[in-house]
């Protein structure tokens, strides 16, 4: 018998002797409690609101904060944990998380599996792809002198395949690649349903991947709680989510979102990107809208079908919004429901205020990139903003995008001089270009330091409707904290813990 096995077999003669009993499970039960209870001793607390407290004293007690002070005593038989420098867990009011279930890893050419689809997988021959990227199921059944259904051929020729297009396609994935080296995480699936361009019946809980490794990776960046908005591929799409970024998944949920609505190109660009008619030839792929009046158009069909549905008459038309959809929207109408509303271009910030006052609607704008342009009509009607990210090139998806050509690296610097309540977000990106980033940029851009973690703590506590829970250090909060090795945001500072709920959920190293 080795040394190691010893050990077991005299603690279990001890307990006969003495009477003693052990029990693993009491053992796990002391450790659960002690685990978020403790004290922080920092040399300075940034508590969120804008205050610091030196020489902080932070007692945690079950997962909350039970009392800030400066260079108070310590309680007794509470741990003691010595940091540097602490704030409150992050919060992402826009962040965009991997769909791993809807990620495209195809393991055979994708016309393929269209073709088995249809029960013709004998005519595959590896041809017919649209120049424009569509793949038509028809495949080999092509008429030369009959027009096809689905892609319009031989109009729309698909064999056709010209120069330029291949220059288009290494450009684009020169752009990925650019998307990669910047942080911004693999491609992922839409989350947004495409079977109607007006679905704030559906949510984005029930297709998100509640087990991506994106929660963890927010997590190691200090961010504790995030907002989960849709994409932009529908003009009216699927309604957002709060959530937690670590602890058990059946506890991470923290509520129903806004609907998101897009006043812009995103709409018909992204997504099963929509089509206007080939040479005046129709085929399953036209669909409305295909530019900013025809997303207008659907914008107010879809709230004015709500408004007669509300006095119990029925919309007519082919395109007429679901019921479901309806009843929806009737809730943004009487604001049961909030909306979020992305308008990038100055331009499309006017047209996001006209729909808004037609319909008397209150919203949050989100991802304005051009809100320099119009600070006056945002400071006139108080709007909150959602801003973000900042940068210098795009990446990823709106890396071909027309919306961000005139940004402005000091936007928020305007934004927050104005007093127009905003918070930053990263939206997909992580690592060195996440959140903590991003509040780095606002103040080397203008932003006063206390304010940039307020945008990225309390202020979008506050949007969200969870400023009692998180968002600032203060007694009753949940203990979300940060532990830093220097001051928050600087180019040389690390996050080397991260509490969610009092419990140590990263530590660096």
Known sequence: MNNTSKYPLMLWVFALVTGFCFSPLLAEEEAVKTINSYVVKAGKAHLGNGQTVDNAVIVVREGRIESVTSGGAVPEGL?????????????????????????????????????RALGMEDQYHGGDVCPCGTVCPAQTLHRHDESCLFCGYPEHDPHAHAHDEEEEEEELAELKREAMAAGVPSESGLITDQSSEVVPQFEIMDGIDHGSKDFDRLLQEGVTTVYISPDGSAVIGSRGATMRTGGPITDRFMGTGSVKTVVGSDAYRYGTRNRSPFRGFVSIYTRRPDSRMGVGWVFRRAFYDALLRARGLEPTGADKTSAEASRVLQGVLAGDVPMRIQARTGSDIETAFRFANEFGISFTLEDPVEAWKRVDLLKQTETPVVFGPIFDQPSGITAGSREMRNRRLHTVRDLSDAGIPMALSAQDLRGEEGLARQAMLAIRYGVDPAEALRMVTQYPAQLLGIEKEVGTLEPGRRADLVCWNGSPFSALTRIEKVMLDGVLSYERN
């Open 79 to 115: 741990e003691v944990m010595e940091v540097a420098e602490v704030t409150p867990g992050l919060i992402d009011a826009n962040a965009k998380i991997d769909v791993m279930d809807a990620m495209l890893y195809p393991t055979e050419d994708p016309r393929l599996s269209i073709l």
